[in-house]
């Protein structure tokens, strides 16, 4: 049994699988009470999210919650529940965000 094309063929493969880049699957704008505004981009196959916040980014993780959907990290707190969205800072209080 000849193989030598194995090889090549398999390392093509990976070549092609490892090229493919993640992409969002949804961007939405946010606007909450307190003047803030940020851009969050949500992935299917994640459960995580990024943020653009104050001219950062930040990738939050899913957390726990007991209502709603919640994406934290680093003093950053973003909870998604119905049309309502709360974004909480460290050393800030929590703002209402409306999408849009």
Known sequence: MNVRWLMP???????????????AQRFVNYRCSDGDEFVMAFF??????????????LTLSRALSVSGTRYARGGVSIVLKGDQVTLKRRGAPAAACVAG
């Open 9 to 23: 063929v398999a390392f093509a493969a990976g070549i092609i699988a490892a090229a493919q880049p993640a992409f």
């Open 44 to 57: 299917d196959d994640s459960r995580k999210a990024t943020v653009q916040l104050d001219g950062h980014s």
